[in-house]
């Protein structure tokens, strides 16, 4: 299947940093990837929809200037948390669209705000 | 808007039995997809199974396969020969097929232990 990768897989921050989580296709182009949250045993919330080369699209309560996302090409996605606080502390998950249906997940970030 | 489904928050399956999971759903679609991602305890998210509404056919995945009841809108998940490593987190999704990349709907999971 198509491999999808995310770095780092887990970052501590102090509150008030920005962190950018990557988010990269190693064996396929992807032209729309998403960007998900995950809260403990829960399920994935979608947070954005980033398409290669245009605006990312955000759900409705998602705030596009605290999670900025970037897809400047094929392979990579990028997610920042802007001024981060302990409250933005969760596990960070994107995917990547092979064809236009098929989502195959990175491995997920860690991320934790001191 | 679409929802899924999963009414079994827990299960568990001895090794080497058969166990099914259930997943419903509810759109005013026509055409869509089905899937089926299993979430162990490293948090990687895998594709289990995929289903296309408008193959009558159900799915099948080596020990996995899907019994896809359109009428009823339902998606269950059959694993047979249960391992230990299917021990995971079981989530069922929905997707509409508007032609370009669209959002999964996912559902609240199942929880499945297989135990020895």
């Known amino acids: 299947g198509a491999v999808v990768s995310q770095h780092p897989s887990r970052v501590i921050c102090k509150s008030g940093t920005s962190v950018k989580i990557e988010c990269r296709s190693l064996d396929f182009q992807a032209t729309t990837m998403f960007w998900y949250r995950q809260f403990p045993k829960q399920s994935l919330m979608l947070m954005a929809t980033?398409?290669?080369?245009?605006?990312?699209?955000?759900e409705q309560g998602v705030e596009k200037d605290k999670f900025l996302i970037n897809h400047a090409s094929l392979t990579l996605s990028t997610l920042t948390v802007t001024s981060a606080h302990p409250e933005d502390s969760s596990f960070y998950i994107c995917?990547?669209?092979?064809?236009?249906?098929?989502?195959?997940f990175g491995p997920g970030t860690r991320l934790l705000v001191l | 808007a679409q929802t899924v489904t999963q009414s079994q928050p827990e299960m568990s399956v001895q090794e080497a039995e058969t166990v099914t999971l259930s997943c419903t759903y509810d759109?005013?679609?026509?055409?869509?997809?089905l899937f089926w991602y299993k979430q162990p305890p490293s948090r990687q998210m895998i594709l289990v199974i995929r289903?296309?509404?408008?193959?009558?056919q159900n799915a099948t995945e080596n020990r996995f396969s899907v019994n896809f009841q359109k009428a009823a809108k339902s998606f269950s998940l059959k694993i047979s020969d249960s391992q230990l490593g299917d021990t995971a987190m079981y989530f069922c999704a929905f997707m509409t097929s508007p032609g370009t990349a669209s959002k999964l709907t996912f559902g609240t999971g199942t929880r499945l232990q297989v135990t020895l």
């Open positions: 759109t005013s679609e026509s055409n869509y997809y």
């Open positions: 980033s398409n290669e080369g245009s605006k990312a699209t955000y």
């Open positions: 995917s990547a669209v092979v064809g236009w249906e098929t989502q195959y």
């Open positions: 289903q296309e509404a408008y193959k009558q």
